[in-house]
């Protein structure tokens, strides 16, 4: 059985690697986190093994965002199974120079 520790890491490695997120975000208050065992998944919050997922993320904006959101609910599902999931859009970039030196990933 997957805890939600992995299941958090795993949606977290899945969801960086797609060309539209610049990078996982906390949101302003840092809500957008699931507490692990020795820190947190920023930018994934896990409520429970059968969710709901809430992704909080930064998007380039050369791609229609409804586009890229949809994309990313399926990306979730595919990680973690049918579940409710939620994108929270923290900003958007225009360009990588917009993004001021992009913070690792």
Do not use: F, K, Q, W
């Not at 906390?26 to 059968?50: C, D, E, Q």
């Not at 904006?61 to 973690?80: C, G, H, I, N």
């Amino acid at each position: 059985m997957t805890t939600i520790a992995e299941l958090a890491d795993r949606i977290a490695h899945a969801v960086s690697a797609d060309p539209a997120v610049v990078r996982l975000d906390a949101g302003s208050l840092g809500l957008v986190a699931t507490y692990v065992p020795g820190g947190r998944v920023a930018g994934v919050r896990v409520a429970s093994p059968t969710g709901p997922v809430v992704l909080g993320v930064v998007l380039y904006l050369d791609r229609p965002l409804p586009e890229v959101t949809a994309r990313l609910r399926e990306l979730v599902r595919s990680v973690a199974g049918d579940m409710a999931v939620n994108v929270e859009l923290a900003g958007v970039v225009s360009t990588v120079d917009d993004a001021g030196g992009l913070p690792p990933r």
